[in-house]
C-alpha cells in the first residue's frame, strides 16, 4: 500500500505540511517494501486555482491509496474521494510520527473537507 504524507521536507523526520494541495511535497511510503520516494509539489504551490486537484493528480499517478496530513478543502476532497484515495487526518509534528499513528490505526478518517477552498 502507498500512504502519501504531506511535507515540507525530504526525509521520514521532515515536518509535516498541513495542507495538502499547497504543501510543499509529499513523502509517498510503501508500506510492502518499507521504502519512501518523495514528490516535489511546487507546481501545485505556485498555482493560482486548482492546487488541490494537481495535487490529487499527482499523487494518483505515483499509486496513492491513503493521505495523510492535516488539512483538505473541497475541490481536492471531492477529486481525492473520486480517485478511491482514502484521506487520514493528523496534527503529527513530522512524517514518522504520523507514520507511527497510521500504523497504529490512531488517525482518523476525513469525512469531508475541513477548510475551505484556498486555504494556505
Not at 92 to 118: C, I, W, Y
Request: glycine share 10%; charged share 20%.
Amino acid at each position: 500500500m502507498k500512504v502519501v504524507f504531506t511535507t515540507s521536507g525530504n526525509t521520514l523526520d521532515a515536518p509535516m505540511d498541513g495542507r495538502f494541495g499547497r504543501a510543499a511535497g509529499f513523502i509517498i511510503y510503501d508500506t510492502d517494501n518499507e521504502t519512501f520516494d518523495v514528490v516535489d509539489n511546487q507546481q501545485s504551490v505556485n498555482t493560482a486555482q486548482g492546487a488541490g486537484i494537481q495535487a490529487t493528480e499527482a499523487i494518483v499517478r505515483h499509486g496513492a491509496n491513503c493521505l495523510v496530513t492535516g488539512h483538505c478543502g473541497p475541490n481536492a476532497y471531492r477529486a481525492l474521494s473520486a480517485a478511491g484515495v482514502k484521506i487520514y487526518t493528523t496534527s503529527a509534528s513530522t512524517v514518522a510520527e504520523a507514520l507511527e499513528a497510521f500504523r497504529a490505526e490512531a488517525l482518523a478518517t476525513m469525512k469531508s473537507a475541513d477548510v475551505e477552498g484556498h486555504w494556505s
